[in-house]
């Protein structure tokens, strides 16, 4: 006969008494899935050699190595039914960074690959599903891969002059008819471009519309006296 002691402890779930990883300040304990652990140790669709990026039909970068985490795609998108190919990626971060890119470059391309559209409705909460969760302190490494897609769509739509498909999200439109912001400019000085000429390379603000080349270049400026002194 099971005392109520043993039938307590049957319906207790069983939780890992080792720690992952243990903060050395603060003692604070994060427990990885095994999933997240395989992602890590195993990612999928990583780029570890510089690519010949005219072989690509769009890159996204978000962040910096001088300021933490980084994150760089490449897609390949099919004309026929705009699906996304391939996604190759490479990051300067965490484990759990590693771990919610790889992921999520599988749920991009299985099956065949999804349709863009498709592809850019995953949030950030179902990249997190798929992992089987991360510490709290770590759930903002799932928005590094979102953010860093979402880059290379824009460019993507910019490309195929997809103007009025580009995502905008808390940004200033500079360049209205190329729908060219703020946070696109300060993210190509981050890049390297700190001059008007090597933006419009990646941009092309103002080519269109040379009414807001001064406020480009000022906005250039700013940027680069920001982030290079």
């Known amino acids: 006969m099971k005392t109520k002691k043993s039938q307590e402890n049957e319906i207790q779930p069983k939780i890992n008494p080792n720690a992952d990883v243990v903060n050395q300040y603060t003692g604070e304990k994060w427990y990885y899935t095994d999933t997240v652990k395989d992602h890590f140790f195993n990612p999928r669709n990583l780029m570890l050699d510089d690519p010949d990026e005219a072989q690509y039909d769009a890159v996204g970068m978000v962040g910096s190595p001088a300021c933490g985490d980084m994150m760089k795609m490449w897609l390949k ?81 910019r490309k195929t002059g997809q103007v009025n498909r580009i995502i905008i999200e808390g ?49 250039i400026r700013f940027y680069k006296e920001k982030y290079y002194g």
Not at 124 to 147: F, T, W, Y
Not at 179 to 192: Q, S, W
Request: contains cysteine.
């Open 77 to 157: 998108i099919s004309v026929e039914g705009e699906c996304v190919q391939e996604m190759k990626w490479r990051t300067f971060g965490c484990g759990s960074a590693i771990a919610a890119t790889s992921i999520f470059s599988v749920m991009v391309t299985e099956n065949g690959g999804l349709p863009l559209a498709d592809a850019l409705k995953i949030k950030p909460q179902h990249i997190m599903e798929r992992l089987g969760g991360l510490p709290n302190r770590k759930i903002h490494c799932s928005v590094l891969a979102d953010k860093a897609f979402r880059k290379a769509a824009n460019e993507y739509f």
């Open 171 to 219: 940004a200033r439109v500079v360049d209205a008819k190329l729908n060219i912001t703020d946070k696109d400019i300060e993210e190509a000085v981050l890049e390297g471009a700190v001059d008007l000429e090597s933006v419009q390379k990646k941009l092309k603000v103002g080519v269109g519309s040379p009414e807001v080349i001064t406020e480009a270049e000022q906005l």
